[in-house]
């Protein structure tokens, strides 16, 4: 078992210096756009080097930088940038590494709007195409077929969105590695302390902060953590020139919400697994689609590379009737109706029927998933709910 008292040791006092701040436990928020200088001299040297000083805060900010900190020594970077939010993150990661007649490779399923940006950038000539996890076949096989000679990303996410599937992530960098392709990972599910993604040979990881690392529903912001090289290339073109740095306030709250990341991720943990473990179990449910049941088949490749898990799974109901998860969805109390996840309170979120119904044909997503954001409510209480809801069709 890790013991996490490294990550909790960063999340509580990584990147904090006291003495700078008159002793203020707590550090304080730098909310200025920008920094003034001594002379001449010292502007010209600042203007020079800008990523190792203060100029203006769309570069960097002392608060900003504290959240920088912890969130790169967390997942074992050597450097990490805070962005204005997931997507944000996501998109410069990509832009960074592709340009016209390149191919992004996307292994697993993946967050909807990524893959929208992936569509996006076809007007600039970039292609991309999905590898998606099947039981019983070899991903790897399947990942080196898909590469073609321009593929400069694997992008994959690992539990894949909606499925929770898990990719072997240490295989595919080695694979990818081999080929002089770039790997990125959205780790939002995970958090920075359930997968190191670097530490097993991925070259940038992603996050979504609006969920777990925020934790409170009441901050949309992104990262990027990976080597120093990669950040200061990120840092002077897509970060500084799309402009979609984070705010000193919402890094402040980010640096409030890891303080209590360990402590609620043990909880999250905690009460999905045993809502999991009901879920299975009730008579009115097909499938539950959660990496921490020893019934799920990619439970064993979860056990090497996780460290934990956290509160977000889907499941199907014994009906495919749009009437029926209507009325499940509609019986929860405590369960509120929403998206986005990883907050303190629990989420319901069906699968939308529709117009869309080809797109989840294409990423084999079936029509009757329920995704929930297990919280940090009672877990009787949570039972209690779901059970109604199960029992109302
Ligand atoms: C929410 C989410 C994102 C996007 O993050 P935003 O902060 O909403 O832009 C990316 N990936 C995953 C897996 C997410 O859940």
Redesign the pocket.
């Given at each position: 078992m890790h013991d996490f008292s490294e990550e909790k040791y960063i999340c509580a006092h990584e990147g904090e210096e006291h003495e700078k701040y008159f002793g203020a436990v707590v550090p304080p928020i730098f909310e200025n756009s920008l920094f003034v200088f001594k002379d001449y001299d010292a502007i010209v040297e600042a203007f020079k080097n800008e990523k190792d000083h203060y100029l203006y805060t769309r570069g960097t900010n002392p608060t900003v930088e504290i959240l920088e900190k912890k969130l790169s020594a967390l997942e074992h970077g050597e450097a990490c940038k805070c962005f204005t939010?997931?997507?944000a993150a996501?998109s410069a990661a990509i832009d960074a590494f592709t340009s016209q007649g390149d191919h992004i490779l996307f292994v697993n399923n993946i967050?909807g709007?990524?893959l929208r940006y992936a569509e996006y950038l076809k007007k600039y000539g970039i292609e991309y195409s999905i590898v998606l996890v099947d039981e019983g076949k070899d991903i790897l096989e399947k990942v080196e077929e898909a590469i073609r000679p321009n593929t400069k990303i694997i992008y994959l996410?690992s539990p894949g969105?909606m499925t929770f599937k898990l990719v072997d992530i240490k295989a595919i960098a080695e694979l990818a590695k081999a080929k002089g392709i770039i790997t990125m990972i959205?780790n939002?599910?995970a958090t920075p302390l359930y997968q190191k993604p670097l530490d097993m040979g991925i070259d940038i990881s992603i996050h979504?902060c609006?969920?777990y690392i925020g934790g409170h529903s009441d901050v949309?912001?992104?990262a990027i953590i990976s080597r120093r090289d990669i950040i200061n290339k990120i840092f002077y073109n897509e970060f500084q020139l799309h402009g979609g740095n984070i705010g000193p306030f919402e890094a402040w709250l980010l640096i409030r919400g890891l303080r209590t990341l360990p402590l609620r991720m043990e909880k999250h943990q905690e009460n999905a697994m045993k809502v999991a473990e009901f879920l299975e179990q009730n008579k009115n449910v097909e499938r539950v689609n959660y990496p921490g049941l020893k019934s799920n088949p990619y439970y064993e490749i979860g056990r090497k590379q996780l460290k934990g898990y956290s509160g977000l799974m889907s499941f199907e109901i014994k009906s495919n009737k749009i009437d029926d998860i209507r009325r499940v969805v509609n019986s929860c109390r405590i369960f509120k109706i929403g998206v986005?996840w990883g907050g303190y309170e629990s989420l319901i979120l069906p699968v939308f029927h529709g117009d869309n119904e080809d797109e989840l044909k294409r990423l084999n997503i079936p029509l009757g998933l329920i995704r929930i954001s297990v919280g940090l409510e009672d877990v009787n209480s949570l039972i209690g709910d779901l059970e109604n809801a199960l029992s109302s069709f």
């Amino acid at each position: 078992m890790h013991d996490f008292s490294e990550e909790k040791y960063i999340c509580a006092h990584e990147g904090e210096e006291h003495e700078k701040y008159f002793g203020a436990v707590v550090p304080p928020i730098f909310e200025n756009s920008l920094f003034v200088f001594k002379d001449y001299d010292a502007i010209v040297e600042a203007f020079k080097n800008e990523k190792d000083h203060y100029l203006y805060t769309r570069g960097t900010n002392p608060t900003v930088e504290i959240l920088e900190k912890k969130l790169s020594a967390l997942e074992h970077g050597e450097a990490c940038k805070c962005f204005t939010s997931g997507m944000a993150a996501i998109s410069a990661a990509i832009d960074a590494f592709t340009s016209q007649g390149d191919h992004i490779l996307f292994v697993n399923n993946i967050y909807g709007p990524t893959l929208r940006y992936a569509e996006y950038l076809k007007k600039y000539g970039i292609e991309y195409s999905i590898v998606l996890v099947d039981e019983g076949k070899d991903i790897l096989e399947k990942v080196e077929e898909a590469i073609r000679p321009n593929t400069k990303i694997i992008y994959l996410e690992s539990p894949g969105t909606m499925t929770f599937k898990l990719v072997d992530i240490k295989a595919i960098a080695e694979l990818a590695k081999a080929k002089g392709i770039i790997t990125m990972i959205d780790n939002t599910w995970a958090t920075p302390l359930y997968q190191k993604p670097l530490d097993m040979g991925i070259d940038i990881s992603i996050h979504s902060c609006s969920k777990y690392i925020g934790g409170h529903s009441d901050v949309v912001a992104g990262a990027i953590i990976s080597r120093r090289d990669i950040i200061n290339k990120i840092f002077y073109n897509e970060f500084q020139l799309h402009g979609g740095n984070i705010g000193p306030f919402e890094a402040w709250l980010l640096i409030r919400g890891l303080r209590t990341l360990p402590l609620r991720m043990e909880k999250h943990q905690e009460n999905a697994m045993k809502v999991a473990e009901f879920l299975e179990q009730n008579k009115n449910v097909e499938r539950v689609n959660y990496p921490g049941l020893k019934s799920n088949p990619y439970y064993e490749i979860g056990r090497k590379q996780l460290k934990g898990y956290s509160g977000l799974m889907s499941f199907e109901i014994k009906s495919n009737k749009i009437d029926d998860i209507r009325r499940v969805v509609n019986s929860c109390r405590i369960f509120k109706i929403g998206v986005s996840w990883g907050g303190y309170e629990s989420l319901i979120l069906p699968v939308f029927h529709g117009d869309n119904e080809d797109e989840l044909k294409r990423l084999n997503i079936p029509l009757g998933l329920i995704r929930i954001s297990v919280g940090l409510e009672d877990v009787n209480s949570l039972i209690g709910d779901l059970e109604n809801a199960l029992s109302s069709f």
